[in-house]
């Protein structure tokens, strides 16, 4: 590809135009099995890692040895680098942590320079190197093969030693995911919830039951990660993991290169937390997709975890709305004859499954369908339009046969891994990153009930208590005590305009189902002339990677490629290229590059 004037691009800064690629059931059950656990699934070939021949091993200019560690692409290698656990204290007091890192090397690069891009897709709990292994071709495509991209996993993540370990064996983690929902969620009815009349009511008694549960079980696995994972847990802040990046940096590309950095979700709050933090000269090209907002996201635990599902009702009708116009050759769902139709009939499902739990036959092991179970997928259906079409089948299955066997597979915890690796990385990272209480002042059950309900009922009846539990932070600070907020940052957020000597690429779908696009706009404001907001008017699902943007795609590529600032303006509007339960050659008529790979790579936690 070569640079093309902004006509050429399609970029517009006023009007837009809306023009999916499909995915298989093997993709999509790995994408939400990702999405729900986080897990590691190239980890078999880490193994590689010690067990490369010394004549493999490439040492780069920097001193750092390289080794290959992919069975099936020699242009993938992994490192490891020691970094301080607490960068307020000498090594040799408080210990060190290993980050794992895994590079797609540049297969373009540039004469007599060296152009290092770092990656993470967010979580947290999601690892870098996994996404390198996944997706570095395609990233590296993008991006002309000019970097050297290279994902890391934050400490206590993924490959990175020591990894969060939260209980003795990998058979009690899966039942305790089993039975706590993967902590993520409650079992809830929808349409019921509109006859609610207050706290006496026997669904709001049950739900502030299952969250007197939910909070118990917390606390004793927080007991055990402290156990298990020692001090390392009141580490694992974001603060931190920018002073990590930092160190890293100055390894791999030598003291003066700037740090460039593209992320996703969780990975803008990385993103941000830079900003913030260094220096300008440390801080080069930064794009970040899916942007959460950092300033909710370093309040109190039970304002940051509820953020972000604002939209999550229009990315639902949008699936509906676009099944009934594909027809049923490719939504499964479409018999039903109308969006409304639709949306009715999975509401009624849920209820049906509160009330009256379901057997699961042929599952291998004793197992109920309950409402969770429905809620759970239908909010990981909504990140990536590209799941639709077999989203749609899996649905179709469930209310017309009862067979309810492909949404379970999609959403339970799963049935193997590696022994070690924790589900619950996401609550060490927010609650250290969270504002403290005030003693004795955190959210009773009967206020945590409060809160679940009323953010249920202004987002969404079928989804809307999602991220529910994660607002619970009591269990960990008491485990914690004086250190749970060792890497706590508070901000301020905002610079001072001409901060930055190249501004930051923001990037927002406008139904985003997990993070808004009010969310990249306070972003843009708080960041003033030193960010470019680029937001995909018609995007649906969470960043814009998963309703693909050749507009979009060549923002980035003059941001990142011919160091090209892209305008001056406040917003840029891009039109997306892929349709709902289009098929991947119709996608490639637009020009989708996601087409040809066919690989999401941003998951939702």
């Known amino acids: 590809?070569?640079?093309?004037?902004?006509?050429?691009?399609?970029?517009?800064?006023?009007?837009?135009?809306?023009?999916?690629?499909?995915?298989?059931?093997?993709?999509?059950?790995?994408?939400?099995?990702?999405?729900?656990?986080?897990?590691?699934?190239l980890f078999q070939n880490a193994s590689l890692w010690w067990k490369t021949p010394l004549q493999h091993l490439h040492t780069d200019d920097q001193g750092i040895q390289w080794i290959p560690c992919s069975e099936t692409d020699s242009n993938i290698e992994c490192t490891t680098i020691d970094v301080p656990l607490d960068y307020q204290l000498p090594p040799r007091d408080e210990g060190v942590v290993t980050i794992a890192l895994a590079r797609y090397k540049a297969t373009n690069p540039p004469p007599r320079r060296r152009d290092v891009l770092f990656i993470n897709p967010g979580g947290p709990g999601a690892a870098g190197t996994d996404m390198v292994h996944e997706s570095g071709a395609m990233l590296s495509s993008m991006m002309l093969g000019k970097y050297e991209i290279i994902g890391f996993d934050p400490r206590g993540i993924g490959k990175s030693k020591p990894t969060l370990s939260c209980f003795?064996?990998?058979?009690?983690?899966?039942?305790?995911?089993?039975?706590?929902?993967?902590?993520?969620?409650?079992?809830?009815?929808?349409?019921?919830?509109?006859?609610?009349?207050?706290?006496?009511?026997?669904?709001?008694?049950?739900?502030?039951?299952?969250?007197?549960?939910?909070?118990?079980?917390?606390?004793?696995?927080?007991?055990?990660?402290?156990?298990?994972?020692?001090?390392?847990?009141?580490?694992?802040?974001t603060k931190a993991v920018v002073h990590d990046l930092d160190f890293i940096s100055k390894k791999v590309q030598g003291e003066l290169a700037p740090i460039n950095l593209w992320v996703f979700s969780y990975g803008t709050v990385i993103g941000q937390y830079l900003l913030a933090l260094l220096p300008p000269e440390r801080i080069g090209r930064v794009v970040l997709d899916g942007i959460v907002d950092v300033e909710q996201w370093s309040s109190h635990s039970i304002d940051s975890a509820m953020l972000g599902l604002d939209n999550i009702n229009d990315v639902l009708q949008e699936f509906a709305s676009t099944c009934v116009l594909a027809g049923q050759d490719v939504c499964a769902l479409a018999h039903l004859g109308s969006a409304e139709n639709i949306l009715q009939a999975l509401n009624e499902l849920v209820d049906s499954l509160y009330f009256n739990p379901r057997p699961l036959l042929g599952a291998g092991y004793p197992s109920l369908v309950e409402a969770h179970h429905l809620r759970a997928f239908l909010y990981v259906t909504t990140y990536a339009i590209a799941s639709w079409p077999e989203a749609a089948k899996l649905l179709n299955d469930a209310i017309m046969n009862s067979d309810f066997s492909g949404i379970v597979s999609a959403v339970r915890a799963p049935l193997g891994g590696r022994h070690g690796f924790s589900t619950l990385s996401s609550f060490p990272v927010l609650c250290a990153d969270s504002k403290p209480y005030d003693p004795h002042s955190a959210p009773s059950v009967s206020e945590f009930t409060q809160m679940v309900m009323s953010n249920i009922m202004k987002d969404s009846p079928l989804v809307g208590d999602h991220f529910g539990p994660l607002a619970m932070c009591s269990p960990w600070d008491e485990q914690a005590g004086l250190d749970a907020r060792k890497t706590y940052f508070e901000g301020p957020f905002g610079l001072p305009n001409g901060t930055l000597w190249i501004p930051a690429l923001l990037l927002a779908n406008a139904y985003d189902p997990s993070m808004p696009v009010t969310h990249a706009r306070s972003a843009k404001e708080r960041l003033g002339d030193n960010a470019r907001l680029v937001e995909q008017p018609q995007g649906f699902g969470h960043c814009t990677l998963n309703h693909f943007s050749s507009c979009t795609l060549n923002v980035i590529q003059k941001y990142m490629v011919f160091f090209t600032v892209p305008f001056e303006e406040d917003v840029t509007l891009c039109a997306v290229d892929q349709a709902p339960f289009s098929t991947k050659d119709e996608n490639r008529e637009h020009g989708g590059l996601m087409a040809d790979f066919n690989v999401p790579i941003i998951h939702p936690n």
């Open 1 to 41: 590809m070569s640079t093309l004037s902004e006509k050429e691009l399609g970029i517009s800064t006023r009007g837009v135009h809306s023009t999916a690629s499909r995915s298989s059931v093997t993709k999509l059950i790995l994408l939400l099995l990702f999405i729900l656990v986080c897990n590691s699934s």
């Open 168 to 237: 003795p064996s990998e058979i009690e983690e899966i039942v305790a995911n089993i039975e706590a929902r993967r902590f993520r969620s409650f079992n809830l009815p929808s349409l019921a919830l509109a006859n609610i009349t207050g706290p006496g009511d026997p669904i709001w008694k049950d739900l502030e039951r299952q969250v007197k549960k939910m909070k118990g079980r917390l606390t004793s696995v927080a007991q055990g990660c402290f156990e298990r994972t020692g001090k390392l847990v009141s580490y694992m802040g």
